[in-house]
């Protein structure tokens, strides 16, 4: 039977975090619970993504999604710009002992083919996507294995387009959401418009079910936008400190550290604009990142990655929304059952 997010017995949402953070036992736990969890395939290779399905499918019958980021066009080279960038961070990478990649120019798609052909060959019930939108014959092909497919979108003219690419639901991703916005052109400024006016012009424009994300942390948070006509509530950072998360020691501890206290969206760590906790390597470096997505992330990898092995959060992307302070250390589990109690208890009655 085709998965609606509609049927869900708790309806939350384990968003996708690319990079890590999620992993099969976080959405394994999630979707024992009666919701809904996400792997995330941005950054891994179309082999860690079938080894992750059949991972999460040894742990749990519930249904589960995996997104994909969507490559983008090819753009003009960015190469210069991009070394530039490299010899600001030059300082920062001596003081870990390692060297910076050049700088190349040239398409990168995150092997979104092999990644498509291992959904369409081993389908699981939900697909997502960040970023832009299949061809038609993409999403096509995945509608004929059984997947259903859910655009993430930032704006009303998003929403519009993803309902033409053939979408079955719409993820309404709001500008307080940890890591980076959906915004499907890199280049541009994510719209601040909030979560719940968004969340009502979307729905002026399109009859698809709707799924609201971005800075939701309490039960208050959640029954908002399932009373303002969300089918589901979707939170990424609160599972962050899950036992389940696969998110490093350092993130997992900046976000309850009291010297973290503001959260800014910033390219300095992959040249698109992505919300985390405010550090010294955001300061010194925002003003200079350029617009060079996924060049400028590839760039920093080996530079994150030195900073989460030695637990320094100053130079790590620490990527978190607005109520990062309310993520708990619990089982995943634990947090949802949690979550959707508080959020019962917040509905009116008839909506319990």
Not at 171 to 192: I, K, M, N, S
Not at 219 to 246: C, K
Request: proline letters at 8%; glycine letters at 10%.
């Amino acid at each position: 039977m085709p998965f609606h997010p509609e049927s869900l017995a708790v309806p939350l949402v384990q968003a996708p975090m690319a990079g890590g953070a999620s992993t099969p036992e976080l959405a394994a736990a999630v979707g024992e619970s009666g919701a809904l969890g996400f792997l995330a395939a941005g950054y891994r290779t179309a082999r860690d993504v079938r080894e992750q399905i059949a991972r999460t499918r040894e742990l749990t019958a519930r249904p589960f999604g995996v997104n994909l980021f969507v490559p983008a066009p090819p753009a003009p080279s960015v190469a210069e710009a991009v070394a530039a960038y490299r010899e600001e961070l030059l300082a920062d990478a001596e003081a870990y002992g390692i060297t910076l990649p050049e700088p190349v120019d040239g398409a990168d798609d995150d092997e979104w083919g092999d990644k498509l052909d291992v959904l369409t060959r081993e389908p699981v019930p939900v697909v997502s996507f960040t970023f832009g939108l299949p061809a038609a014959a993409e999403a096509e092909a995945l509608h004929r294995a059984g997947s259903h497919l859910v655009g993430t979108v930032t704006t009303v003219d998003e929403a519009v387009a993803a309902e033409a690419a053939g979408m079955d639901a719409l993820c309404v991703q709001g500008p307080d959401a940890g890591g980076h916005r959906g915004t499907y052109d890199a280049g541009a400024r994510p719209q601040e418009v909030p979560l719940l006016e968004l969340l009502a012009a979307v729905r002026e424009r399109t009859g698809l079910p709707l799924i609201a994300a971005g800075g939701l942390g309490t039960g208050e948070d959640i029954a908002a936008v399932l009373t303002s006509g969300a089918v589901a509530a979707q939170l990424g950072t609160l599972y962050l400190r899950t036992d389940e998360s696969g998110a490093s020691r350092t993130h997992k501890d900046a976000l309850a550290d009291p010297r973290f206290t503001e959260t800014v969206v910033t390219r300095a760590f992959s040249g698109r604009p992505a919300r985390g906790l405010r550090n010294r390597f955001i300061d010194a470096h925002d003003a200079h990142a350029p617009v060079a997505y996924p060049q400028v992330h590839h760039l920093t990898k080996g530079l994150r990655a030195a900073a989460a092995q030695r637990g320094d959060a100053e130079r790590l992307h620490l990527w978190a929304g607005r109520r990062h302070r309310l993520a708990p250390a619990v089982p995943a589990a634990e947090l949802t059952r949690d979550l959707w109690s508080r959020t019962r208890a917040a509905l009116p009655p008839a909506a319990r």
